[in-house]
Structures are given as C-alpha cells and as structure tokens.
C-alpha cells in the first residue's frame, strides 16, 4: 500500500445536414473493478503467526459486520513493522480514498481492494501517528462523526449581483437539514440555470467541513462536506476530468461513498480465500 497523504430534429439517418459536427460530451469509462491484492507465497507468510491471526479477526468482523450496527475496529499498534507492511501489502488500495482534517492534526482513510474495509493512520500536527487501525463498515465512524460537527442551517446573507438560483436553493437545504427523520435529499445543479455568480455565492453561505473524499470508477467523484452538518457537494467528473453532474446532496454520508452489504459479503468471501490460501 502506497502512502497516502491526503489533495436533433430529423426524420431518419442522414436526412439533415449538421452545419456543424456535434460536440458531444465524452461519457466515463475504465471502470475500476476488484483488483486482487499481490499474495506472497505462502511458505514466505506461514512464520508470520501475528499476520494470520489479524487476518482471522478481520474476517471475523467482516462476516459479522450488519447494516445499522456500527463498525469494528483492529488495533495495529501492537504489531511489529514488517507484519504492518504484509498486511498492508494483502490489504492493497481500493476505490474510495478521504481526509478529514481537525484541530489536532489529519486523519487519512484508504478503503482497501475488499470493500468496506478501511485503512486509517492518524498524525497529529507534529507529524506523530496516534491512529494505526483498520475499520470493518459501510464508511469509517470518524467520517460520520465529522460531518455532523458543521452548523445546523446556513446563514442567510445579502444577495451579490449576478446571483439569481442561489437563494432559493439555500432555502431548499434549510428545509431539509431542519427536518426531524434524517431523510436524504438531491439537489441536481446540472439541470439548473446555475451561473458562477451562484456557484460563488452559494459556496460562502455554505462554507467547508473537515471532510473530503473522492470514489473512483467511472471517472472520478469528488465529494466535499461543507460547513453545515449533513450537506455535501458531491461532483462527478468523467476520464477527461470533466464536470459531468453537479449535485448538492443532504445526507449523513452519499451512498456513492458507502460500501453496500453486498460489498461486506463478498469481501468476507475474498478474505476466507485469501486465508485458504495462506494455509
């Protein structure tokens, strides 16, 4: 694993004639798919006995992990150097990566090639780790955490010219992050007469949270909590890096970041192989 630092009108075919060729938006593609991990050879892992009984615990909270019923936790403090590097090699990088930054330093978080198995380290501001540990979920806890610290409602604020969408939208998410049930709610900004004046505004009633993350398949998704608790930008961008779909999104944490139960089985299945595989 490597360090990770967490920044058209026609009546058939050929029928009208384009005065202009269409630009058409490149759509995504070079989905990410599991990528197994790089196996050592079982005879070079066999002496490694703290390694195998980390393993077993893990897919041990793997198989028990049930949606709603928190996340597990592995310490790895205890363990020495060269059995953190394996796991770390038999663990790899998966597609969702994230930072949440805080007072007292930078927590890093690199969902491994099982899904919905994190790898957390934590350095304080000096540089000194006081996290080392894998997380068993559908998101880390410290995610969930922060991203109920921001306000309770945006600020209203005078209106700058150019600025017409905007408020109203500001309203729409006040409306619901004051609502009791939790529920989540998509605003979709690509259907929006939205100009940059909007986008400008908006953003400095919304401020910035203390969490970022990005989710790799097709293309890339960027998604950035803002200042006010369960508000997240969420941006998916196509292989070209371009702005495909802009939404604001009022949840506890997008599904798009969220390893599903499906994901937590199969990763449990992944995990039984790779212990079979170790002997």
């Known amino acids: 694993m490597h360090a990770f630092p967490i920044p058209v009108v026609a009546l058939g075919p050929g029928s ?3 005065e202009e060729p269409l630009d058409y938006l490149p759509m995504p593609h070079d989905m990410r798919t599991f990528q197994p991990p790089i196996l050592p050879e079982p005879q070079d892992i066999r002496d490694h006995t703290a390694v195998r009984a980390w393993l077993e615990q893990l897919l041990e909270a793997t198989q028990k992990w049930r949606p709603g019923g928190g996340s597990y936790c592995l310490d790895m403090h205890h363990l020495a150097e060269k059995d953190r590097q394996l796991i770390n090699q038999l663990l790899g990088e998966g597609e969702v990566s994230a930072q949440v930054t805080g007072e007292d330093g930078v927590l ?5 090639v099982f899904a919905g198995v994190w790898r957390l380290l934590g350095r304080d501001k000096d540089g000194h780790l006081y996290m080392d540990r894998v997380e068993v979920g559908d998101v880390p806890a410290a995610i969930l955490c922060a991203a109920m610290t921001g306000l309770a409602k945006p600020a209203q604020a005078p209106v700058s010219p150019g600025v017409i969408n905007a408020p109203a939208l500001l309203a729409e998410i006040a409306e619901h992050t004051a609502r009791p ?9 690509s259907l929006l007469p939205f100009s940059p004046e909007d986008a400008a505004w908006l953003d400095e009633r919304l401020g910035r949270g203390p969490v970022t993350l990005l989710s790799r398949g097709y293309g890339n998704c960027r998604i950035t909590a803002t200042g006010i608790a369960r508000v997240w930008w969420v941006q998916y961008f196509n292989s070209q890096d371009a702005l495909i779909l ?5 949840s506890d944490v997008p599904e798009v970041a969220r390893a599903s139960a499906e994901d937590l089985e199969d990763s449990a299945d992944r995990l039984a192989e790779v212990l079979a595989w170790i002997g």
């Open 16 to 18: 009208h004639q384009e």
């Open 108 to 112: 890093s978080i690199q969902e491994s």
């Open 181 to 189: 049930d939790g529920g989540t709610h998509v605003i979709n900004l």
């Open 246 to 250: 802009n939404t604001l999104e009022v």
